[in-house]
């Protein structure tokens, strides 16, 4: 029987990349204009959109750098 503390380590440095996709949306001056536009949609929408693959993109990045190898 192996102790639960002995082999994982969540102290990887890439989880420092996690903070991004948690403090992009709250910057206000993001935000603080209509313009410009993309596609007709005014920024606050697509930016929105934008922070959904920032998002996803820096999982899969902490994902692949932190996963076992077996």
């Given at each position: 029987?192996?102790?639960?503390?002995?082999d994982?380590?969540?102290?990887?440095?890439?989880?420092?990349?996690?903070?991004?996709?948690?403090?992009l949306?709250?910057?206000?001056?993001?935000?603080?204009?209509?313009g410009?536009?993309?596609?007709?949609?005014?920024?606050?929408?697509?930016?929105?959109?934008?922070?959904?693959?920032?998002?996803?993109?820096?999982?899969?990045i902490v994902?692949?750098?932190?996963?076992?190898?077996?």
């Open positions: 029987m192996t102790t639960p503390g002995k994982r380590s969540d102290r990887s440095p890439w989880n420092w990349l996690l903070i991004v996709p948690i403090i949306p709250l910057l206000p001056f993001l935000f603080n204009a209509d410009p536009r993309l596609f007709g949609f005014p920024r606050f929408y697509w930016l929105q959109l934008a922070f959904i693959v920032v998002g996803v993109t820096c999982t899969t994902y692949q750098m932190t996963k076992r190898k077996r």
